[in-house]
Every structure is written in C-alpha cells, then in structure tokens.
C-alpha cells in the first residue's frame, strides 16, 4: 500500500481525495508521512540547484541553516577554483562533470581551447602557476651534514677512541696541568673529528649528488599544444589548461580530462595497485591521472591540477631518495673489509694483551731506563695514563685495519664515473649498480633504428605495384588523380603524428616518430597533401595503433562528402602485403595479385631492404554496406596502394664503437624489427657482420625461428646469431633468458613500452632517451639520452673503469694495512711499545681512507682497458697480481720499518723520539710513493697519462704538505721531533726505492688461477 501512495502522491489531487476517506488517525499518520516525503524532495532539488550553481559559479558555500545558498565567484580571473577541480579527479564523478557542463565547460572555465590549448606566453603561463600551482612536488627534508656526522659517531672503533682520548685528557690535566696535560687526549680528539668531518663531507656530498640525479631523472619531456604548435617542454613545465598528448608508454604528468583520443588503456596500478588496465574515453570514464602509463591507444588531456593538488604529487613529496643503494661490488667489499676486520681486531687483542702484561711485569722502561709500573710506587694516575696509552694504541690499530675506505672508494669511483658520463649529457645512469655491471658485460643486444643509425628518416623510393615512380624525374603526376587522393588519406588520418606550418612562408613543423615524420613531409611534399583539410573532409570510426607483434597500424574513416566507409593500413611492407588481394598501377587501373604477382613485389621489397632501406606498405578497401554497421577494421582483401622505402643511414661513429666492443671481447648481436634483408645490410654496415661472411650458421635469423627452437636448440644456438630480424619483444626477452643462462652478462637497449621485460631481465637495461617510453626508461638502469649506440660503448669503458680503480686502491689500502699491523705486533711483542701513536695512525687512516680513494678511485679510463676480455664476476677481487704488487711493498717497508725500529737509535745516533718520527715519517712517505705504483695493475710504466690527472697531483701535494706539517710542526700534537735535511733526504730516498721495486714486481710472471683454489 505505501508503494502505490508513494507512486500516486505525486498529484496533489488525488493525495486531496484519498485523504478525505481516511479516519483521523490515519490522516494524521498520511500527513507526518507527507510531510517527510516532500523534505526529501526539496532536499532532493535542492543539491540539484546547488549542482547547477557551482557549475556556473564555480564554488559554493552552503549555510548550516541551509536556508540561503551563497554563489562565490572565484577571484583568480577563471571560472572555477582548483577546489573544485580536485574535488571532480578525486571523486571520478560523472554527474559533477555534467553540473560542470562536461570536458569542453571545464575547457571554457579554464579559458584555454581543446584543439590549440593554452596561448603560452610567459604572462598567461605565470598567470595560471600562480592561480593552480607548478607542477612540482614538495620534497621531504635532506639529510644535513649534520645528520651524517651523527652517524659516523655512532661507529664503535669511534666510541672507544673518544672514551679513550677523554680519559687521557682527565688523567693528563690532572697530573700535568690544563697548560701540558690535555695534548695527548687533546690531539687524540682532533684527530678524530678530522677523519670523521671528512668521511661525513664525502657522505654529505654523495647524498646531495643523489637528489641532483633524481631531479635529472624524474624531468620527462612532455608532448604538449600551445597556440596550436606541438612542442616537447619538461613535465615541470606543464600548467593547469594545457592540451597534452598522449601516447603508448608515456607517463601521464598531471591529473586531467580526456578530451579525445582511440584505444586509450591506462595502468593505473602505481596510483590503485589493480594491475587491470583501465579504458579512458569520453563516455563512459574520462578522467586521466597522474603518475599513471599509457598502455594502448593514443590521445589528448585536458589539465585540471598539478604538483601538490593530485595525489600522485601527495605521494611523490612523502618518498625519499635512497642514496645508500649498495651495488654488488661494494656487498662483495663489504665482506673484504669484514675478514679484514677480523685479522685486526685479533691483531689488536694481541698487542694489548703483551702490553699490559709487560707494564704490569715491570718489563716496560721509560726513556731514562727506569721501569714504568712499580708495585706499590706507581701512582693511581700514572698507572691509568698508561693503561688508557695501552688501550688507545690497541683500538687505533682496529682503526687502520679496518679498511673503512674501501666502500668509500666504491661510491667515489661511481660517483665520479657517473658525473663524467653525464658532462656530455649522453648518459643518465638510474641505477648505480649499472655502471660497475656495465664494466663485466660480455653481450650487448642492440636496436638497429636510431641506436645505430641516424633515426633521420626521408623517403627515397616509391614504387605503385611494380613501377618506381621517381618525383624528380618523372613527377608523380602520372599516378591517377583518384589514387593519389587514396594515398594523401592514408597518410594524413594513419598516423600518430601532426603536421603544423605557422604561415605559408613558414617550414613544416612535423611531430612523431621518425618514420611518421618521414612519411607526412613525403605526402606533404610530394603528393601535395593537405593534411589538416583531409582530416576536418573526414571523421574517425575507429583506429587500431601500431603494435610490434601485428607491425601495422589501421584506421576505419567516413567520408563527410559521401558518406562512403574506408578503410586504411600501413606496416611493415611483407605485413601488409600478405593481407592485399589486388594492387593499382599508375593508370589506376585495379590488378589481381596472384602468387606470381605477389613474388615479384617480394623482390621488389627486398631489393629495397638490401639497399638498407626502411619498407612501408600502404593498402585500402572501402567498406561494404554489411561492414559499415560494424565500424571495425577489416584485415583481408586489401588493395595494395604503394611501397616507400625510407633511409635512415648508419650512425659514422658506429663502426669505430662496435669493432672497440669486439676488440674488448664483447659480442654484439643486432635485434631488430625490420625485415632480414635490411638488418643484414645495416649489420654488415655497422661491422657486426663481416662482407661475405656465411650466413647458414645461424648468425642470421627470424625472431619466429628463434621461437620455434626448442628450449635445447635456443641454448646451443644463441652464441652464434648475430642478427635477429623481424623480432617481437618476446623474442628479445627469449634471447636475454638464454643468454644470462649460459653464464653472459647482459645489455640490453631498448625504446619501446614491450622492451621493459627485456630490460627489466637483462643485467644492464639502457634505455634511449629521445626515441624511448616512459615506461621503458622507468625499466631501465642507464637513459641513453643520445639514442647512440657509441654511448653505450661509453658506459662499458667507465664500467670497467671503476672496476679497475677499485681494485688499485684494494692493492694499495692493503698494502698499508698489511705493513702497519705486522710493524705494530712485532714492536709490541719483542720491545713492549708500538712505533706508531694512536694520532700517528690516525693520520695514516686518513691518507688512506680519503685522500688515497680520492686519488686512485678517479682515474680515467685507459685504452688498455678495451683491449682486455671481460672480467668474471666470479672472479676474486684480489687477483694474483694485486698479490704479487702487495707483497712485494710491503715485505719492503716492513724489513725497512723493523730495522729502524730495532737499530735505528744506533745507525743515526738519535733518540727513541727521533727515531720513532723517522719511522712514522719513511712508513707515510712509502705509502705516497706506493700511490703511483697502484696507477697501474700490469703496466711498469705508472707514469703514463698522469699530467692528465690533476686531482691526483693535487692529492699528492696535500699529502706531503700536511706530513712536513705534523714533524715539522706539530711536535706536542703528533708526538714527533724536528728532522734535519740529512733525515729528511733519507727518508724520501728510503721511500723512492718503492718504484723500482714495484717496476721489478711487475716483471714476475704469476699463474691465472687464483692461488686460494690451490688450498680447496
């Protein structure tokens, strides 16, 4: 009953009548029920005017009385607010769309235009960036210097030396007075804060190196229109009104509305976590956001917010930059430093273990002879000054063993690399990893178009069936007017890219890819089209974008005029021509194309491609009264319009770039999309084939014959293909699985939205920066920004650059531990007293972790470096060589150091002060002289390219400085004493005999096994 009074309530006369035939209560009942019902209809109404007059206003306000409503103009020169704008992308809400009279109101409120999108002179840019905000995010608080220095605080080597530095400098006021007793803790504590402000600057200067990279990393060029011209300008550019355009694996850089646009799928899983892909279209879902990929189709947006008013810009302000990535090689050093380590720490046990049982036997003597513990007689003081000696002598050996410097050297070298490849704005490494991987690649597969060639493609052949019709000799005025007119539409509704001519004086201003490109100025050129008069003559019915599996793109259209449904195809010419059933000649006239027909257009195609050219195959048919209905795009009984062979020619640098590869043990395998006979014709251009080399085994083939391999013939096959033609993305992924199964370290180069398998599996993914994808570059771990492959070649030099760097200063950072631990232990063990002080070490941990990483880890790369195979990265980081060069210096220095420690006093007629400097002074100045010889692993001549390397010198420099500065000078501080220029010269001399030593090493001949695998 109450549903049919509901249903007839609505007549005022009737609800009248009924109620005149109820009793009282009932009445009463009916109207409290009547009453109700009409506040939840004007309620009702009322947020429907409310809708109305916030699309008109652009805001509202609604008292809490809710009886007067407040309509606010927005007071920023547009008609809406960015309130509302957020409030529409948030909610995905249709209805509020349609109160804000659709895409094209919210166009109008914006004041831009959805064909010619914003003006875009600095006033109406400044406008809107003041009113909606950049498009930049907020970044989260950097560490401070501060912060690191904090950290390094926390070290417990650290800990233990400051607490042992703070009781020496209570027990040494206490005894000597605040004038002389606070210099041994007080030079203890310097030292300290020295080695930590700079470990702590070198930190502080990586990190900000890192937020300078991610900055580079995260700024994406953006297709977008202003005042009708297409142009690229950078995300953060972008202003709310602008017209953006969208294509398959661009990343969506701000929220917006879809404005028109086919096929259009979204990822939206970085924003939702659905991995589906999501539809985009006028009807049904037209809101885009940002931070989210173009998967299929293309299109354009409206911006409505940008920055801090989407979410994805929420988001992105709330992540940090992780700069302590650690790449393989610093977790393998991580382990070095870790068994190093532990020799020191049980060295250091050792030695405080003999001193503190020779002071408390009374073995220990002072300078006058007299023993410094007496039972009984020793003041409490004395005895803690002593101890306190003990214990910071024993921790400052941990500190030198531990080599802290070798991670140090790592991010150094990367950092450095990274910087250098990047100077020339070739090279934008994501990943640090990348670049040490980079130097143990032994396979490069490499794209073909603009990675080895030029990507400047033109057209330079045209054939009608099987005649070549040449524009310049003959004209293409022989061609049939009607054929023509087909070919003119082909072109100009078939693309993804624009044609744009400021005036008539103006040159062609063409957007798209290469091969688009080439394509609309042949048309444009030669056929005289008219491209944006085509496509107002017709509209679109549906479109099919171009995919690397089917090679080919298509397009239904209805012509205005007369009404008639065509349809149009274009791709890979032997793509195409499999689906055509006929061909045009010049007259016009329509031929059966039969097998024989067919075979002869065959080659004509890979006459084409053997000339390195690009073959594009147009075809049409018009649609039939039963397929008109449909409006989909019809794959057979095409008619073949024309054949266009393009050049692009190979890049001059390549053939020098890929013989260095080949040289260096790398193979390079070309994996492209063209036909065989073009990718032969390119690789034997490149050098990648050698000019009659025999093709039957298997150095050419098909990406579907590779498929089709069994799991055990792909294996045994893969080292030997040189080219895959006619690939998918599949197939390249395939050939990387394989490759990195047989024990290869893969790159991989790709551009398109299918390489990201592909790049994410290789070892190295590089993607191009001109010619990529959003996606593909977010899947890789070095943007080549060139597109050259020559810059490839860059990155496999600095790859093995730090490589190489790192394992110098291995060689020589364990040089210096090697020879200060076994000093200190013997001293320590037969005399009771180390040679070298807790400050002295210090120092010497100084040169070592900073200025020697410093020097060794920003060599550049040599050219023998190219002319070496690949280094295994199962190989030992400490190879028999770097064993042979270590042992030889430090047996030295260590004979040299022992004698002076044990006969010194007597040789120089000095005493234990002096004589101790002497040793002090000949163990740092080996150390500088050994820094020369660590320049070159195999090489006898160090010096070669050195005045190339002025932070080398400079380094050098500093270092000797500062040690003429400890003796000379700071003798309270570095418990040193003044030497003459007869110590001095026999210092440096002791010292310089490092070099032939290491020239005379360099001539030992050492097996390639690595001699652990003997003790297995």
């Known amino acids: 009953m109450s549903s049919i009074w509901l249903k007839n309530s609505n007549s005022p006369e009737i609800s009248h009548n009924v109620q005149h035939t109820l009793t009282i209560p009932i009445k009463r009942w009916h109207l409290a029920f009547a009453v109700i019902y009409s506040s ?9 005017s409310l809708a109305n007059i916030n699309a008109k206003c652009g805001s509202i306000v609604l008292n809490s009385s809710s009886e007067s409503i407040v309509c606010i103009q927005p007071n920023n020169g547009f008609n809406i607010d960015q309130t509302s704008l957020t409030q529409l992308l948030e909610q995905k809400s249709l ?63 650290i800990v233990i030396l400051l607490g042992c530095s703070a009781l020496s400098l209570v027990f040494g006021i206490k005894e000597n007075g605040p004038r002389e007793g606070w210099y041994d803790g007080g030079s203890i504590l310097f030292a300290i804060f020295l080695v930590i402000a700079l470990s702590s600057l070198s930190n502080y200067r990586q990190s900000r190196h890192f937020e300078k990279l991610s900055e580079v990393s995260n700024d994406i060029r953006v297709d977008v229109v202003r005042g009708g011209r297409r142009r690229l300008i950078s995300i953060f550019e972008i202003v709310v009104g602008d017209v953006v355009c969208l294509k398959i694996g661009d990343q969506v ?22 991995s589906d892909h999501v539809e985009v279209n006028a009807r049904h879902n037209p809101f885009l956001l940002a931070g989210t990929k173009v998967v299929d189709g293309y299109g354009r947006m409206l911006v409505t917010s940008v920055g801090m008013n989407t979410n994805w810009g929420l988001m992105m302000s ?108 070739a090279i934008l490494v994501r990943k640090l990893s990348a670049c040490e991987t980079m130097g143990s690649a032994t396979t490069i597969c490499t794209d073909k178009t603009g990675t080895l060639t030029l990507n400047q493609m033109k057209v330079t052949e045209f054939w009608l069936g099987q005649e070549s019709v040449n524009g310049e000799d003959q004209g293409y005025w022989i061609i049939a007017p009607f054929v023509i007119d087909l070919l003119r539409e082909g072109v100009a509704l078939n693309t993804s890219g624009s044609v744009f001519r400021p ?48 090679k080919r793109s298509g397009v239904v259209i ?29 007259s016009g006239i329509l031929k059966d194309l039969n097998d024989h027909e067919k075979a002869k257009i065959e080659k004509i195609i890979q006459g084409m491609a053997a000339s390195s050219l690009r073959c594009i195959a147009l075809a049409h048919k018009q649609a039939h009264v039963n397929e008109k209905e449909s409006k989909k795009l019809t794959e057979e009984k095409l008619t073949l319009l024309g054949l266009l062979g393009l050049k692009d020619p190979c890049r001059p640098e390549v053939k020098k770039a890929v013989e260095d590869c080949q040289n260096a043990g790398v193979s390079i395998k070309m994996v492209t999309g063209d036909n065989v006979f073009t990718a032969k014709a390119i690789a034997t251009e490149c050098g990648i084939l050698k000019l009659n080399q025999d093709m039957s085994n298997g ?22 293909i040189r080219v895959m033609a006619r690939s998918s993305p599949f197939d390249k992924l395939l050939m990387v699985q394989c490759l990195r199964q047989k024990g290869h370290t893969v790159a991989v180069t790709g551009d398109g939205t299918n390489d990201a398998p592909a790049l994410r599996e290789a070892d190295i993914g590089l993607s191009m920066g001109i010619q990529g994808t959003e996606v593909a570059k977010q899947s890789s771990d070095i943007v080549v920004l060139d597109d050259n492959f020559a810059s490839v070649v860059t990155v496999l030099r600095w790859g093995r650059c730090v490589y190489n760097n790192i394992q110098k200063f291995i060689q020589f950072q364990l040089t210096v531990n090697v020879t200060a631990l076994v000093i200190n232990f013997i001293a320590a063990v037969s005399a009771g007293e180390v040679p070298l002080t807790a400050v002295q070490l210090l120092w010497v941990n100084l040169i070592m972790d900073t200025l020697g990483a410093l020097a060794l880890a920003t060599e550049e790369p040599s050219k023998e470096l190219m002319e070496n195979p690949p280094v295994d990265r199962s190989e030992p980081l400490i190879t028999n060589i770097m064993w042979r060069n270590l042992i030889a210096q430090a047996v030295y220095q260590i004979v040299i150091l022992l004698c002076l420690q044990f006969k010194g006093k007597a040789m120089f007629g000095v005493n234990g002060k002096v004589k101790d400097t002497l040793v002090f002074n000949i163990f740092v100045l080996c150390q500088v002289f050994n820094e020369f010889n660590s320049r070159s692993l195999k090489k006898r001549n160090v010096f070669k390219g050195i005045e190339k390397n002025n932070l080398f010198f400079g380094i050098v420099g500093i270092t000797i400085v500062f040690q003429v500065v400890m003796v000379e000078f700071l003798k309270r501080f570095a418990g040193t004493e003044r030497l003459n220029l ?35």
């Open 503 to 550: 005036s008539l004086e103006s040159k062609l201003e063409l957007s798209g890819s290469p091969t688009e490109k080439a394509i609309l100025s042949w048309a444009v050129e030669e056929l005289k089209a008219d491209i944006e008069e085509l496509k107002q003559s017709c509209s679109i019915q549906d479109v099919e974008t171009f995919n690397s599996e089917k």
């Open 318 to 425: 709330r992540i940090s930059i992780d700069s302590n990535e650690q790449t393989p090689l610093q977790a393998r050093l991580n382990k070095l430093t870790s068994s190093i380590g532990k020799v020191g720490l049980t060295v250091a046990f050792l030695v405080l273990l003999v001193l503190l049982i020779r002071y408390f036997t009374g073995n220990t003597k002072a300078e006058n002879g007299k023993r410094e513990f007496d039972d009984g007689k020793t003041k409490f003081g004395d005895v803690m000054n002593a101890v306190v000696g003990i214990v910071a002598a024993a921790v400052t050996i941990v500190v030198v063993a531990i080599p802290e410097g070798l991670p140090l050297a790592v991010t150094l070298s990367l950092a450095y690399s990274m910087k250098r490849m990047m100077a020339d704005k």
């Open 95 to 157: 209805d509020l769309l349609r109160a804000f009279e659709g895409v094209h109101g919210i166009t109008s409120k914006l004041q831009t235009h959805a064909k010619l999108g914003i003006h875009g002179d600095s006033e109406d840019i400044a406008r809107r960036k003041a009113v909606f905000g950049s498009n930049t995010y907020t970044k989260p608080i950097a560490k401070s210097f501060l912060h690191f220095m904090w950290e390094a605080f926390k070290d417990l080597t």
């Open 40 to 48: 939840r209809a004007f309620l009702s109404l009322q947020k429907e």
């Open 982 to 1016: 007869g110590q001095w010269g026999f210092c440096v001399g002791i010292a310089a005999v490092s070099w032939p030593i290491g020239w005379v090493g360099k001539c030992i001949p050492v097996p390639h096994k690595p001699i652990f695998s003997y003790f297995r």
């Open 253 to 274: 850089p701000a929220d917006g509305l879809f404005l028109d646009g086919h096929s259009l799928e979204i990822d939206e899983s970085s924003m939702t976590g659905e």
């Open 699 to 720: 150095a050419v083939i098909e990406g579907s014959e590779f498929r089709n391999y069994t799991p055990k013939e792909r294996m045994e096959k893969v080292d030997k």
């Open 558 to 586: 209805k012509r205005i005029g007369d009404n008639t449904t065509h349809v149009h195809w274009k791709g890979a010419a032997e793509m195409i021509l499999e689906i055509c059933s006929s061909y045009y000649d010049c």
